[in-house]
């Protein structure tokens, strides 16, 4: 058994964790803390499965938190990456309307992304050709994103926990948390183990919901998980896709739907998906892998309750996207993006993940921006989906500004 005392506890070691100790370190705040992480190494959930697309700003409505920290974060992770000579593919994103009574849709999204400081053009068919022959939009028009770059996360992330330790940041692996004393500022966990803090950070992703509940915080959230499954094409020779192919997302549900994205090297593999269906645990990547099926049950009930009061317009994603896992569903809706991909040119990857997506039981909903509790000497972070990862350094000052941390150290 093991007692360690520290100024600051994080608990997860993903990338908002990650920066959070980044920021922590640069803001000279605290050279005191330790990250605690349930796993053997980093980068094996949420932020290791990452898709690797820097987001440029477009999709989140103003004046959200999304809106507020994606461009700065993006900016910053990107200054980063180059002063590192990491890996960075600057390739850009076309976003396409696959029906024609989505090209409204581009409007929207092109005045979203002006009013969050992205910068958006809208294009007609012959740009369109130009950047991407295998594309094609049900109206002629589409919208290009040139800032939208795909990165490595787990290269970032890999870099980021050698630049904390370095710094001191010091590393408890293996280590899952079984008991929260406020009163006691201290964390048990299952190996007997306990870590005093005078300030801790919940940002367990997929866990988080649980890690708030030990302190009473949040009762009202719960993760609600959803799988990303991702193919592939078998050799891009024939396409030579270059750039990230987006159809215009239903906005009223939190995902982007099917895309075609390449990965971060100069003459890329390129990825189709993920898909964004149902989950049966919150680490079920594999098909019969990890499933909790209390939980299941509990969240098919709720996606029903969902489906027949059409919350967030769900029946749209239930018969659009629900059903992705498919190959031919799958298929159908990438060849809406590249009408002649045929099923024999895409593999299944070995890539999936599982989106930590928060569900509000008071008000029986999906939960659309990010998400983070102050309590007693502590912050829970519960909704750091899609941009978390482009936004981490931007959303980490967020939430260290927010907190009061300083006062408690």
């Known amino acids: 058994m093991i007692s360690t005392s520290t100024e600051i506890i994080i608990v997860g070691g993903g990338i908002v964790g990650l920066s959070l100790a980044y920021e922590l370190l640069e803001r000279k705040i605290s050279k005191n803390i330790i990250i605690l992480d349930k796993e053997k190494e980093l980068g ?26 994606c461009i700065k974060g993006g900016k910053r992770l990107k200054k980063w990456i180059k002063e590192r000579s990491l890996s960075i593919n600057e390739c850009g994103k076309i976003i396409i309307p696959t029906k024609k009574n989505l090209d409204p849709q581009l409007d929207l999204l092109h005045a979203r992304g002006k009013k ?12 369109l050709f130009a950047l991407e022959p295998n594309a094609y939009s049900s109206s002629g028009r589409a919208l290009w994103s040139p800032s939208t770059a795909v990165v490595n996360p787990k290269e970032i992330m890999m870099q980021l926990e050698k630049e904390l330790k370095e710094n001191g940041v010091i590393f408890f692996k293996n280590e899952i948390i079984e008991k929260i004393s406020p009163k006691e500022k ?46 592939k094409l078998k050799n891009n020779n024939k396409y030579k896709i270059k750039t990230n192919i987006y159809p215009v997302p239903d906005l009223s549900v939190p995902f982007l739907g099917v895309h075609f994205t390449p990965n971060a090297d100069i003459y890329p593999n390129i990825y189709i998906g993920p898909t964004a269906t ?48 498919f190959k031919p569903f799958f298929l159908k809706a990438a060849k809406k993006l590249v009408p002649s991909l045929q099923s024999n040119e895409i593999e299944m990857s070995d890539k999936s993940g599982i989106r ?41 000052d967020l939430i260290i500004n927010s907190s009061t941390v300083i006062n408690s150290l």
């Open 186 to 231: 201290r964390i048990y966990t299952r190996t007997n183990n306990s870590y005093e803090y005078k300030y801790f950070f919940n940002c367990a992703g997929l866990q988080s919901d649980k890690i708030a509940h030990l302190c009473n915080v949040g009762k009202e959230y719960s993760i609600l998980p959803f799988k990303g499954l991702y193919w």
């Open 44 to 69: 094996m959930h949420t932020s290791g499965r990452n898709s690797g697309v820097l987001h440029a700003g477009i999709y989140y409505k103003p004046d959200s938190l999304k809106a507020n920290v």
């Open 116 to 127: 969050n400081g992205a910068f958006v053009e809208l294009i007609d068919e012959k740009k």
């Open 278 to 325: 149902f989950a049966f645990g919150r680490e079920n990547y594999k098909l019969f892998k990890s499933i909790e099926p209390f939980m299941s049950m509990a969240n098919l009930f709720t996606l029903s309750k969902q489906y027949l009061l059409n919350q967030n317009k769900f029946r749209n994603y239930v018969h659009d996207q629900s059903l992705q896992s």
């Open 356 to 396: 930590a997506q928060l569900y509000n039981k008071k008000e029986k909903k999906l939960v659309e921006d990010f998400i983070y509790i102050n309590s007693l000497d502590s912050t829970h972070i519960l909704n750091a989906v899609s941009p978390a990862f482009t936004s981490s350094f931007a959303l980490a």
